[in-house]
């Protein structure tokens, strides 16, 4: 059993994974790390590239068509682990980020989840932590209702644009782009929803996790670089922004008027982990 499993998911990502997985394995951290990495059909050299690193990775290469949520599943459901660290491939671990979030996950028990600061490659701030969405987060962010408005303006409350992203905090939900999560938790509020394709995964397992008495933090002392591309916002009537549209629609049927608000928390699992 590990202390943490760090798990990446790679689809066409060549240009990206040799720094993700070099900057895990160039962690500081003296305890013990699974490194597991999903290809899902990568066809621009991500393989090759994998291979590269022998069995210092465990590689699962995977064929087909597949929701990152699925690929996710595979290592959850089957690794024994106390923390699940899940990365994108185009994050850059600074090389005490695995031992800080360790550290603050074994101080914050009542801690499902806990996501670092996200900064572009210039330094730039991701807006990465989030409010739950409002009906009106949907219509304006995902209808053609965003047309009439500056992309500056659109859901500023739901991307928390007005609050100071050098505080740690309690929040809704993060990004999956980097997110460690406590193993137990996960498994007791059930693993990530596979009918979400791609999007929505991690806001609906951190509702999740806040509905049965967990938090989720926010904890920018560990800053992680992310070559966010942000594919959805950039087209509206692009692919990724259409299977944005069908996971969010998805989200609203399946929490209804709850998946708008954090959920009460008087219910607590927390108790029911073996410390």
Request: glycine fraction near 4%; aromatic fraction near 12%; include cysteine.
């Amino acid at each position: 059993m590990s202390d943490v499993c760090v798990l990446v998911v790679t689809s066409n990502h060549a240009a990206f994974v040799r720094e993700c997985i070099q900057s895990i394995l160039n962690s500081r951290y003296s305890g013990n790390i699974d490194i597991v990495v999903v290809d899902n059909a990568s066809a621009d050299g991500t393989k090759a590239i994998l291979r590269t690193f022998g069995n210092r990775i465990r590689l699962i290469e995977r064929f087909g068509t597949h929701s990152l949520s699925n690929n996710i599943n595979i290592v959850l459901q089957t690794t024994k682990t106390k923390y699940f660290l899940i990365l994108n491939p185009d994050t850059v671990l600074p090389s005490n980020g695995i031992d800080k979030l360790y550290d603050f996950m074994e101080k914050h028990l009542d801690a499902g989840a806990c996501a670092p600061q996200l900064i572009f490659p210039d330094g730039r701030l991701q807006l990465s932590c989030r409010r739950f969405p409002t009906p009106w987060t949907f219509l304006v962010r995902r209808t053609p209702i965003r047309w009439f408005f500056l992309s500056a303006k659109r859901g500023r409350r739901h991307l928390m644009a007005n609050w100071n992203h050098g505080q740690m905090r309690q929040v809704d939900w993060t990004l999956g782009a980097c997110i460690i999560f406590r193993a137990e938790a996960v498994k007791l509020v059930g693993y990530f929803d596979e009918r979400f394709h791609l999007y929505c995964e991690d806001m609906d397992i951190c509702h999740r996790l806040w509905r049965h008495g967990w938090r989720i933090y926010y904890n920018p002392e560990i800053v992680v670089v992310h070559n966010h591309q942000a594919k959805s916002d950039k087209a509206f009537l692009s692919w990724q922004s259409l299977l944005h549209f069908e996971s969010m629609f998805l989200y609203v049927v399946k929490h209804k008027l709850q998946g708008f608000r954090r959920p009460n928390t008087a219910h607590s699992l927390k108790n029911e982990v073996s410390k």
